[in-house]
């Protein structure tokens, strides 16, 4: 048995060329928590959490890791089930804070996730040969279009153009924070700007109450798009989605907010979304997501992944049925983490993630630039 000897978070964070913004908040920087996990016969492994605040979470992986520390490092399963039974009242003992709980599963995921690589690196085996399937290359498209100060309102237009020049077959594009018909202006210019062959999918990152998501959805659809992502207010549930879904042609996704499988569950059974987004890095690990991703496979929904390529490709090559994509960003200004912080990982070309063949999750951390850019 290969038993867990230390858990370490290592918070990192890189500064963005220009403060950008969404449709739901501002970024100045690209951050995140690289968590290693040690065994006692030498295996290390690494997993990543894409959430905030980084200070907080790293302080829930050290108390999770003085939990965890002596467990079988091969048994994910069983160090998943036992911290999140922490996260509910047990006699006697309670439970964790409920104010928290985002952070909690945030440094769960973490943990889940480096455990994963170890049982790859254990096995001399890729993940995704773990989960029986084939090296083939994992269709992936390219994020953009955020909102800069000062920048023309179709610059968005431009830099996804940019994106399909270097071999993007798909491109998204941050909507939601002007006028709706501003944004249906934005909208045009870019699908005149990548032409007629390029998927274009929109990201509102929920920035609209049903009755305007309507309209919204009618005022973008002449222009071909492929789905509404994250389309309604955070509060809004699969009912409200069941609702937008009956009032437009467009297809609809979500997920990367949903902390749990339990939630996401009600959004697929719903019948109301389309394209399932959990994500591992933010929230619960490949455990649960292997959970979502098996539920959505079940229900016709498509597993298309958020963020962290080089990871989640793993995943949706075990659903050769239903595993649709992985989502990049589209160049080094966007994400100068991600094009940076690795030696080795897979490598994105022509709108296909291509896996290599490297034990885990095939990924080597330049130590050099993660201590850069301690935070």
Known sequence: MSKITTVKAHPIAVPLKHKQWTAHEATTDVSLVLVEVRTDDGIAGYGQISSKPLKE?????????????????????????KLFALTSPRPGVGGLPRDARPQIMAAIGGIDMALWDIQGKAAGMPVFRLLGAENKPVFTYATGGYYIEGAKPTACADELAGFVANGFKAVKL????????????RVRATRAAIGEDILLMLDMNAAYDLPA???????????????????LHWYLQPADFVRLAHATPIPLAHGEREITRFTT???????AIRYVQFDATRYAGFTEALRV????????VMITPHHAPELH??????????????????????????HGMYQDRAQVKDSYVHM????????????????????
């Open 313 to 338: 490709c793993h995943l949706v090559a075990a659903f050769p049925r239903l595993g649709f994509a992985v989502e990049s960003h589209g160049s080094p200004d966007r994400d100068p983490l991600w």
């Open 57 to 81: 979470i790293c302080r829930w992986v050290a108390h999770f890791a003085e939990v965890v520390r002596g467990m079988d490092a091969l048994a994910s399963t069983a160090v998943w089930e």
């Open 174 to 185: 941050k909507t939601g924070a002007g006028t709706i018909s501003d944004e249906a202006a």
């Open 356 to 375: 290599n063949d490297k034990p885990g999750f095939g990924i080597e951390i330049d130590w050099k630039f993660v201590e850069q850019h301690a935070v």
């Open 293 to 300: 991703a098996h539920l959505a496979d079940q229900h016709g």
């Open 265 to 271: 569950r009600d959004f697929i059974a719903s019948g």
């Open 213 to 231: 998501c309507i309209e919204f959805a009618h005022a973008v659809q002449p222009y071909d798009v492929f789905w509404l992502e994250e389309p």
